[in-house]
């Protein structure tokens, strides 16, 4: 069993890892599925044969196909000439003359029925009719409703056309390219065909692709730029100085450009989401500078300030890098990259603060607002202390729902990290439906050491798919071994075709009392002589046409393996297409649920997250212990972020909010602002200095992280949105715990002397 077991997982991984490369740059990648709505049918029509006329020769695309145009009649010599090596029908008696009789009487049933025309053109050659069964089998599967010789949906509201681009899928620029010439065809062909209320829809891997970066971008520049404005707004209304305010930047772009550069050299490449979400938790930064601008006194040199509370924040820094680290030693690629943005980022940033903006800063500068805010602020903390049962209250309320709901409160479908919104990839699944693609979510892997014993499996599975087929059990299956059979069974159907002088003798027998004239077959006896001699067909020799890119799509190496795809089509009984694999080896023939599977695998990276977190947070607070050096500090310190993430997650579950890992990681950032904070109410409480400009600097800071993550917590994207949220409502509950669990609360007279 546990042989069987990992046999199960190492195909399933190696499986993964091929359809992740076909998604990146595979055939998959490169396909846009394109839909037309809003008119007539009579209209879509024409204007779908308008825009695959106009992209036909455009460089951009490998093909563009709506049905009008069908790739399989564009192919149809090379189907012709090599019929009997791909006809599956072809097999031992195939040729005798009671199989010539049955195939001679269904092409008299085709020469009188509306086909007559076309059926003419062929039955000289082909009386067996292995050219039009091929047809029908790569079309029966996949083929969708047509309506004037053009690809409609079952409703006919809607015209379809597939292209493939020449670029792969991860080369978005190119992708996003071709979207444009498609929409560039569609306006001139709506144009010229004056057809106003037509509308244009481009889904599949490069469309989403394009789609999500662009939204990514709008909404980065949209709320980034928001949040910078009220946060200069805020900043500037506190610190009354522009130079100020550049003083808090240098720090947080020398951190971001440090964090690039780190993960540059670790990783070979920066994903895009490692800058989105480091520049978020690099964020933290800016309060290193807002406690120094705000904690300087007149008169006092600078760099004295940043001594008194360089212990603070040092502590404060390493708390976050602690944390980071559960995301370094993560495994997944994204978040170790994402972690070590942090941690160099943040400790560059604070080295900046450090020793940089004190130099910068100017010698007789002041924050005026803190005696008119200070006196306030230490009221709402000396009445902070009356919420603390109230709160340990609240605490324990959400700790025992949180415990009764268990896991629930996160989603644990792989669905819920993809940035595409769940409309448009309904939007995606409902056009693959109506253009006849396979369900993506159940598909069957064969694995071989070669490309021939590769195409055997495929084909035995096929016969047992064939099978299920009959019983109902699923609707359809896709197999590279449809489009290049094995040269095993090519050669198989080179033998069943008899010789010359017996072929004729079956021939001869089977045309008796049929009204076929003498010799009107000699083309066709020609041609299995030439088939029955020729030499096997190999991937090479499908170039240029439809069944490259089918092969291509589904048959794979890697690594010295190789891997055939078998996407099935509407499975009704998962268990009964198991059951009959159950005689495969499971190193060879696996059964798998894309679904299932993944959702399996994201919860185990979620759990391996959890995992390095908890492992982070033990040694937080190791770590306080060793610098705080007393148990009830560090509890002082931890109580409040413990109590901010606890009520955090309880408010993004009681709201229906399905917790993923990007609430992780925003948690994570809870943690490092909140650690902040409550390191500076313990500095406060152990020194006795600098309360009122202390308690300014943490409104000031608290205000300026608000105001930023709860402007991206509008964002579109729901990645953004959801980070956004989570940091808003975590870090105003930090600083409120903060403030209740403070140890002692300070007299109102104290800030006189202290300040």
């Known amino acids: 069993m546990e042989v069987k077991t990992g046999c199960r997982q190492m195909v399933f991984f190696c499986s993964i ?34 825009i695959a006329h106009r992209l036909t020769d455009d460089p951009a695309f490998a093909y563009v196909i709506n049905g009008s145009e069908d790739r399989l009649q564009a192919d149809g010599i090379f189907l012709l000439d090599h019929r009997y090596l791909l006809s599956p029908a072809v097999s031992a008696g195939h040729f005798s003359e009671k199989s010539l009789r049955a195939s001679l009487e269904s092409q008299l049933e085709l020469l009188a029925s509306p086909m007559s025309a076309f059926a003419g053109r062929l039955v000289r050659r082909d009386p067996t009719g292995e050219f039009l069964g091929i047809i029908e089998r790569y079309e029966s599967a996949s083929r969708p409703q047509v309506y004037d010789d053009v690809w409609f949906s079952a409703d006919s509201r809607r015209a379809l056309l597939i292209a493939e681009t020449n670029f792969p899928g991860f080369d978005i620029d190119a992708q996003q390219a071709a979207i444009a010439r498609i929409a560039s065809a569609f306006e001139s062909a709506r144009n010229d065909l004056g057809i106003a209320d037509a509308s244009l829809i481009t889904v599949g891997p490069g469309a989403f692709a394009v789609q999500t970066r662009d939204a990514i ?56 989401i490692t800058i989105g979400f480091g520049a978020t938790l690099i964020g933290e930064s800016v309060d290193y500078a807002i406690h120094l601008l705000i904690g300087a006194v007149r008169g006092t040199p600078q760099q004295k300030r940043m001594a008194g509370i360089w212990p603070t924040l ?75 049962i109230p709160s340990v209250i609240l ?7 949180l415990m009764a709901v268990g896991g629930t409160v996160w989603n644990d479908e792989m669905e819920a990290l993809s940035p595409i919104p769940e409309e448009d990839q309904a939007l995606d699944g409902e056009i693959r439906r109506e253009l006849g693609a396979p369900d993506v979510r159940n598909l069957i892997v064969v694995r071989g050491v070669d490309q021939e014993a590769t195409l055997q499996v495929a084909e035995t599975v096929g016969r047992v798919l064939e099978s299920l087929v009959g019983q109902g059990v699923l609707t359809g299956y896709d197999s590279p071994s449809l ?8 050669r198989i159907r080179q033998n069943a075709i008899p010789d010359e002088a017996a072929l004729r003798q079956s021939l001869e027998q089977a045309v008796k009392g049929l009204p076929f004239r003498a ?9 299995t002589q030439l088939a029955k001699n020729a030499n096997l067909l ?42 009959a694999l159950e005689g495969f080896d499971p190193h060879s023939v696996m059964l798998v649920d894309l679904k299932t599977e993944t959702d399996a695998l994201y919860r185990g990276y979620r759990n391996q997250i959890l995992t390095f977190a908890t492992i982070g947070a033990i040694a937080i607070v190791m770590l306080l212990l060793a610098a705080l050096r007393s148990m009830r500090r560090c509890l002082q310190v931890v109580l409040p972020i413990v109590a901010a993430v606890v009520v955090t997650v309880t408010i993004l579950a009681v709201s229906g909010v399905d917790l993923t890992m990007f609430h992780l990681v925003a948690m994570l950032l809870v943690i490092g602002v909140g650690s902040n904070y409550t390191l500076f109410f313990d500095s406060v409480v152990q020194r006795g200095v600098a309360r009122e400009r202390t308690f300014v600097s943490l409104a000031t800071c608290n205000l300026s992280t608000v105001i930023g993550f709860g402007l991206i917590g509008f964002a579109s994207t729901p990645v953004l949105a959801a980070i956004g949220m989570t940091v808003s409502i975590g870090a105003a509950l930090s600083l409120f715990f903060g403030a209740v669990f403070m140890q002692r609360e300070p007299a109102v007279g104290e800030h006189a002397k202290s300040d």
């Open 314 to 388: 040092r502590l404060g820094v390493l708390t976050s890098v602690f944390g980071s680290a559960a995301l370094v030693l993560s495994g997944f690629p994204g978040l170790a990259q994402l972690g070590l943005f942090s941690i160099v980022g943040l400790v560059v940033a604070l080295g900046v603060t450090r020793w940089i903006v004190p130099l910068l800063m100017p010698a007789e500068f002041s924050v005026d607002l803190v005696k008119a805010w200070g006196p306030a602020l230490l009221r709402m903390v000396q009445r902070a202390r009356a919420a603390r």
């Open 538 to 579: 190999t991937r090479t020799d499908l170039e240029s046409t439809m069944l490259a890119g089918n092969v291509d799509r589904l048959l794979v190496n890697r690594r010295g393996s190789w891997y055939a795809m078998l996407p099935l089509r509407e499975v009704g009984d998962p268990g009964a297409v198991a059951h």
């Open 395 to 401: 605490i324990l309320i959400c700790v025992a729902w």
């Open 519 to 527: 010799g009107v077959f000699e083309q066709f006896v020609e041609q």
């Open 17 to 50: 890892q091929v359809l992740v490369d076909q998604l990146r740059e595979g055939v998959v990648s490169r396909l846009i599925l394109v839909a037309l709505e809003g008119e007539e049918k009579t209209g879509l029509a024409n204007l779908s044969r308008e």
């Open 217 to 272: 971008k709008s909404d980065a520049i949209k709320m980034a730029s928001a949040a910078a404005i009220a946060i200069a707004l805020l900043l500037f209304f506190v610190l009354r100085s522009a130079r100020a305010l550049v003083l808090i930047i240098i720090p947080v772009i020398s951190g971001g450009l440090a964090g690039i550069a780190a993960v540059s050299l670790a990783f070979g490449t920066v994903h895009g």
């Open 483 to 490: 489009f290049l059979p094995s040269q095993r069974t090519q």
